[in-house]
């Protein structure tokens, strides 16, 4: 699988973008896809991930603010990311896996990754 994540870029906080994670490959559909995130100087962390089935899961720090959807005919998975904050601001990855439920989180657990895309939030 190869992914390619794009809709980075500059934005106010309290604004708004959209992510977008195009993937190749006729296994999309049964990928848990994930959004993960680093900032400057920190490691990597998770934001969100929306397994086969659909089911979502966020990181608390984002919960309310984005929401992660895929589409599995189009292949491609999304992350609309609204009010945002200048602590949004990092390199963001999509990943493709097939995580167990309880290491969800867990980069490691992810097989195959995008090549990040830059969101800047300035305050």
């Known amino acids: 699988v190869q992914l390619q994540a794009s809709g980075g870029g500059l934005v106010q906080a309290g604004g708004s973008l959209r992510l977008s994670c195009a993937a190749s490959g006729r296994t999309f559909r049964s990928y848990t896809m994930g959004w993960f995130r680093q900032a400057p100087g920190k490691e990597r962390e998770f934001v969100a991930a929306?397994?086969?089935?659909?089911?979502?899961y966020y990181a608390d720090s984002v919960k309310g603010r984005f929401t992660i959807s895929r589409d599995n005919a189009k292949n491609t998975v999304s992350l609309k990311m609204d009010s945002l904050k200048a602590e949004d601001t990092a390199v963001y990855f999509c990943a493709a896996g097939a995580p167990p439920l309880s290491h969800l989180t867990i980069g490691m657990m992810y097989g195959y990754w995008g090549q990040g895309t830059l969101v800047t939030v300035s305050s």
């Open positions: 929306i397994r086969s089935v659909g089911t979502t």
